[in-house]
């Protein structure tokens, strides 16, 4: 059972160790100045890490898969926030360093609707869940699985926000505020776009196959 959760460990490193826009904010928000506020969009990063990993164990990739509509109307939504939060990243370049930190609640929910902005999420856990568990894990089996993900996501977020937050980051940061502001805003940005592309193509293929089948009338 160890080389189980080891797996599920290493698998879910791997996909945090890649940047994305859990990352970016995070960063940012450290960067800017900002511990407090990026401890707390930290803490709704593992929030959102938790509801997705719980939704795989429950099953809702299958549920997915059963109503691809649903799927995709959230991915819509999730494309179209991570667009507001790339404008909002271009705009804060013309903001100070260390000013207009957020409140609490909205770097928590920043954080966690930055994570649930990509219901591909679920299927992520899913698919690793799949891959790692054996075939009829236990309740306490699964309740560890996602234990492990919500610590992985936690203990990383927080260790960004307490890197980015140094002395000699953030005074770098501040000498480069807008260059970064800019990179942070395009590479979020991109993000949104491509899962909005992504999934209008996924859309119409999906309305071509049905058109290719019409059903008849009875």
Known sequence: MLSTFITIWLLHMAALLTPGAN?????HL???????SASYA??????????WSSAAVLGVSALFAAFPAARLILQVLGALYLLYVAVRLWRS????????????????????LTNLSNPKS??????????????HPS????????????SNALCWHLLLAFLFSSKAVQ?????????FARLAGTVVGALGLSLLFATLREGGHRGLKASQFPSESL
């Open 171 to 179: 005074a770098g940061y501040a000498r480069q505020r807008g260059v």
């Open 42 to 51: 930290a803490l709704g990063v593992t929030v959102g890490a938790a509801i």
């Open 93 to 112: 370049q013309a903001s100070p360093a260390g000013s207009g930190e957020l409140a609490i609640g909205r770097a928590f929910r920043a954080g966690l």
């Open 122 to 135: 679920a299927l992520f856990f899913g698919s690793v869940f799949s891959a790692a568990l054996p075939e």
């Open 139 to 150: 309740a306490t089996v699964l309740v560890a699985a996602v234990a492990l993900v919500v």
């Open 23 to 27: 990352v970016l904010l995070v960063s």
């Open 30 to 36: 450290a960067a800017s100045g900002h511990r407090r």
